[in-house]
């Protein structure tokens, strides 16, 4: 197969859902000596694309997002099999602290933003839900995290996110990370008063937005 037949056939596994399809064209690429980041941008990164604009129409739901997901991921950890961790690093979209904030026991939502992130090649950590505002300034500095999301599902929660922005701020740290949230009731006006870098009404808008914000910030005209 042509390099761009195993693009193809990569895509066709994410949009199909299919994992099998999406281990073999893996191994494909690898066979045919395709760079492993070329592979992911070109053939898987795509298919996400797709999924995630059926999920946006309404035509593609939940379960669906998260065999393509599953897919993806089979999909990376072959390309990236023979790569160092440094080299796994490199090929990463970046790393993602995500969680629910102290008081909310809402996960719903969150899980959904953790899929898509996932499914677009980034490394997430999910602290899962009702956490601690300095757990997540400590688990954002343990894991060197690149952007910090975290969600409000109760407008008596969503204090919590400012709290994070003010200890990042206290600690000297806030300009380390891409801070993120959306909810419910958070608005963008929301994340703009409380100092947040973000806003994400949808899960692939929060993707999308991360990524953004992320190419700016390392191209020096970012926060």
């Known amino acids: 197969m042509s390099k761009q037949e195993i693009f193809d056939k990569l895509k066709e596994a994410i949009v199909?859902?299919?994992?099998?399809?999406?281990?073999?064209?893996?191994?494909?690429?690898?066979e045919a000596g395709i760079d492993p980041v070329e592979a992911i941008s070109g053939g898987l990164s795509p298919?996400?694309?797709?999924?995630?604009?059926?999920?946006?129409?309404?035509?593609?739901?939940?379960?669906?997002?998260l065999v393509s997901a599953e897919a993806f991921e089979k999909a990376v950890a072959i390309l990236t099999s023979g790569l160092t961790d440094e080299e796994k690093s490199a090929a990463s979209s970046g790393r993602v602290l995500i969680h629910t904030v102290q008081g909310d026991i809402h996960?719903?939502?969150?899980?959904i933003v953790k899929t898509m992130f996932s499914a677009n090649n980034f490394?997430?950590?999910?602290?899962?839900?009702?956490?601690p505002v300095e757990e997540v300034v400590a688990k954002a500095k343990e894991?060197?995290?690149?952007?910090?999301?975290?969600?409000?599902?109760m407008t008596t929660t969503m204090p919590a996110q400012r709290d994070i922005i003010r200890l990042l701020q206290e600690e000297?740290?806030?300009?380390?990370?891409?801070?993120?949230y959306g909810g419910a009731p958070v608005s963008e006006?929301?994340?703009?008063?409380?100092?947040?870098d973000g806003y994400g009404d949808t899960a692939p808008d929060a993707v999308l937005i991360a990524k953004k914000l992320l190419a700016a910030k390392k191209g020096g005209t970012g926060k």
């Open 189 to 196: 006006e929301w994340c703009e008063q409380i100092g947040a």
């Open 172 to 180: 000297g740290i806030r300009d380390q990370f891409v801070v993120l």
């Open 107 to 111: 996960d719903i939502g969150k899980n």
């Open 47 to 65: 298919g996400m694309q797709v999924m995630s604009d059926l999920f946006d129409e309404g035509e593609a739901f939940v379960p669906h997002l």
């Open 16 to 30: 199909e859902m299919d994992v099998d399809l999406a281990e073999a064209a893996a191994k494909s690429a690898l």
């Open 123 to 131: 490394e997430v950590f999910d602290l899962g839900r009702d956490v």
């Open 143 to 153: 894991y060197k995290v690149d952007v910090i999301a975290g969600s409000a599902l």
